[in-house]
């Protein structure tokens, strides 16, 4: 009976005793070096630092081997080429404040064999983020691109508009279907084009971040680019909503059509809000499309059945247009 006692307390001084464990003896997380401070600080105003990972998208990038030093004393330097699609990652970053042109010079490598030195500025003109995403944002940002997409959009939006109402066929706004999401879509792209305008209006720097370091979560953003990204995504899964919609209302051939004039809307939407919303016009054109969208929403007879075969929205009871089928 003592011998169990004695192991019972035993076992519960055991379980009542710990180590308090101190942790690994580091050195204070803010104890960094002059270099390691320097590199923060270039990170925090230019969204890079040395390993960042470039994607060359001009035509070819000449780069030096030698010091950046040797290149503005007027010495003769070897030249190097890097071509369109080959990717680079920094190596070094230096200033040369004697340097007139441009004082941040930048050491890329492609391969063990291929570095060299560039100026900032002529590195950021010929690359890009190598990432999927920041390739999808240079590539719609084109100006260029944007101006040809302009013209091609107004001169086919006309024409599809124009054959819409010459057949009476179904067209967004005007004559549409039995959905609020085709209307929903044109708001969302309109309120998309609103935002990403006024990030880049009032706030360059945080669109700037997040091209150099993009992401399709919402939640890991600062709010504004955050609500651009819902929106994004509310696009997406309203997109398919039409799709399916229009699949069920309408034949092929009327579907076909009213998905093109649907497109012709959202790029004349998309063009109109992003270039107005500059000039600060975008902003009540905004509350006077969404209450254009709406008013032509509710104007429109909404059907009340629905076929008890194949489903098909109907305005009135009598015999279905789609199945044929007499619904009492």
Same mark, same amino acid.
């Given at each position: 009976m003592r011998s169990q006692l004695c192991m019972m307390t035993c076992a519960l001084c055991i379980l009542l005793t710990a180590c308090y464990n101190r942790g690994?003896? $580091?050195? &204070?997380a803010w104890d960094l070096t002059e270099q390691q401070l320097d590199s923060i600080s270039f990170y925090t105003t230019h969204h890079y630092t040395q390993n960042y990972n470039f994607l060359v998208r001009a035509d070819s990038m000449p780069i030096i081997a030698q010091l950046p030093a040797e290149a503005i004393s007027d010495m003769p330097v070897d030249t190097l080429v890097v071509y369109k699609a080959d990717h680079l990652v920094v190596a070094d970053i230096t200033t040369v404040? @004697? &340097? $007139?042109? &441009?004082s941040v010079w930048v050491k890329v490598a492609r391969d063990q064999l291929t570095f060299g030195w560039i100026h900032e500025h002529d590195l950021l003109q010929a690359v890009s983020p190598d990432d999927p995403i920041s390739e999808f944002i240079d590539f719609f940002s084109d100006a260029h691109l944007l101006i040809f997409l302009a013209l091609v959009v107004v001169v086919a939006a006309a024409y599809v508009f124009l054959k819409l109402m010459r057949r009476q066929a179904k067209l967004v706004h005007f004559n549409d279907i039995a959905s609020f999401y085709?209307? #929903? #879509?044109c708001v969302l792209v309109a309120a998309s084009a609103i935002l990403y305008s006024s990030i880049q209006l009032f706030d360059p720097e945080k669109w700037r971040h997040f091209y150099y370091h993009p992401t399709l979560n919402p939640f890991a953003v600062p709010f504004? #680019?955050? @609500?651009f990204l819902v929106l994004v995504w509310s696009l997406l899964i309203v997109a398919i909503a039409v799709v399916d919609d229009v699949r069920r209302q309408l034949p092929f051939?009327?579907?076909i059509l009213y998905l093109l004039g649907l497109g012709a809307t959202i790029a004349v939407v998309y063009i109109v809000f992003s270039v107005f919303t500059l000039y600060y016009i975008g902003y009540p054109l905004f509350v006077a499309y969404v209450v254009f969208a709406v008013w032509c929403y509710f104007r429109r007879p909404r059907p009340h059945y629905l076929c008890g075969r194949c489903g098909s929205p109907l305005y009135k009871k009598g015999r279905c247009p789609h199945c044929g089928a007499v619904n009492e």
């Open positions: 690994q003896q $580091t050195p &204070d404040p @004697a &340097d $007139t042109i &441009d085709p209307s #929903l #879509l504004l #680019l955050g @609500a051939g009327e579907m």
